[in-house]
């Protein structure tokens, strides 16, 4: 079993839908989460940082832990065709980083 | 412009040639990191560095080097290149390892053949 799982997609929402991606992870030592965006021929860029469980919310984006069902979820209110990229959970408990799978996006206009 | 820098950007080489990738940052980051991205894998963890002459393994370490003998810069070393190597590699810093927010450089593809 891979410590994050990631549903890879793709998937495609037209523009204004409200986005779901998630990931669930399996060391319940893990404290600090993450999502990284990573555009065509880039490298991934941080996006949403989340400190054990809550939410976390940054304009059209929130970002959710669960760790009592080891969850965590990033939501994207009113998306936008320039949010088409491939979205990366991750996690650390420490110096190592524990990245997911990525989930491709595409909004079409 | 705070960044991080890698070369080459792209690499065609031949099984057992040896080869070297440079990865600098000028942040003063303290924590530097390797990885490869492979499709279905997401981004692997190759090696870490929490400082100067500080190194660790990753999740996937075999066949592959590190150094960090100066803070600013940690090269990824191929001693004997094989094709299952054939990935996209990224660096990354941070100023507090991987709690911190990872800067990544722009990749490098490398193709072995």
């Known amino acids: 079993q891979k410590e994050v799982e990631q549903d890879p997609g793709p998937l495609s929402v037209p523009e204004g839908a409200i986005v779901s991606l998630n990931c669930t992870y399996s060391n319940s030592a893990f404290q600090y989460f993450m999502w990284y965006r990573q555009y065509s021929r880039k490298g991934p860029e941080l996006l949403m940082y989340t400190y054990s469980s809550g939410n976390k919310e940054d304009g059209r984006f929130t970002a959710q832990v669960d760790k009592s069902s080891k969850y965590i979820s990033l939501f994207i209110r009113d998306s936008q065709p320039s949010d088409s990229a491939t979205y990366l959970c991750a996690t650390t408990g420490g110096f190592k980083t524990i990245f997911g799978a990525g989930t491709r996006l595409f909004v079409k206009a | ?113």
């Not at chain 2, 940052?25 to 279905?40: A, F, K, T, V």
């Not at chain 2, 090269?75 to 927010?101: H, V, W």
């Open chain 2, 1 to 113: 412009e705070a960044q991080v820098t890698q070369n080459p950007r792209y690499l065609i080489t031949v099984t057992g040639k040896k080869l070297t990738v440079t990865c600098s940052q000028n942040m003063n980051h303290e924590y530097m990191s390797w990885y490869r991205q492979d499709p279905g894998l997401g981004l692997r963890q190759i090696y870490y560095s929490m400082n100067v002459e500080v190194t660790d393994k990753g999740d996937v370490p075999e066949g592959y080097k590190v150094s960090r003998k100066e803070k600013r810069n940690f090269p990824l070393i191929l001693e004997s290149p094989s094709p299952n190597q054939t990935s996209l590699y990224f660096c990354a810093s941070s100023s507090r390892g991987g709690q911190g927010t990872q800067y990544f450089g722009p990749g490098t593809r490398l193709l072995v053949l």
